[in-house]
């Protein structure tokens, strides 16, 4: 069992920046691959991004690249999702999700996931 439990969200101005983290129970964090999801208001839950437990290789959503840098620490079971230059269609609630035996790429279009935090929000203003 992965227990995820996200932080760092919050109010901020347009062309801000937050960093969120989601720390993980269990001894085996180091062989997840672990993403970040967003579901904004009246939409569906859309993938933001992803990271390889093998090389800790990324893989982005367009509409973040360049902008959300996503980074995991092991020895603190944690993943980190940095954002910088936000807009206000980044406003929502971020989630962290963890998979084995996949990769970053594949959590991207996966239509189910191992484990889920119980997001954090994040609002974005003009």
């Known amino acids: 069992q992965v227990q995820l439990v996200e932080s760092g969200g919050g109010l901020v101005q347009a062309g801000g920046s937050l960093r969120l983290s989601c720390a993980a129970s269990?001894?085996?964090?180091?062989?997840?691959?672990m993403g970040w999801f967003r579901q904004a208001p009246g939409k569906e839950r859309d993938f933001v991004a992803a990271?390889?437990?093998?090389?800790?290789?990324?893989y982005y959503a367009d509409s973040v690249k360049g902008r959300f840098t996503i980074s995991r620490d092991n020895a603190k079971n944690t993943v980190y999702l940095q954002m910088n230059s936000l807009k206000p269609e980044d406003t929502a609630v971020y989630y962290c999700?963890?998979?084995?035996?996949?990769?970053?790429?594949?959590?991207?279009?996966?239509?189910?996931?191992?484990?889920w935090g119980q997001g954090t929000q994040v609002t974005v203003s003009t």
């Open positions: 999700a963890a998979d084995r035996f996949t990769t970053a790429q594949r959590v991207a279009v996966k239509a189910t996931h191992d484990y």
């Open positions: 269990g001894r085996t964090f180091s062989y997840y691959v």
């Open positions: 990271i390889d437990w093998t090389d800790n290789s990324a």
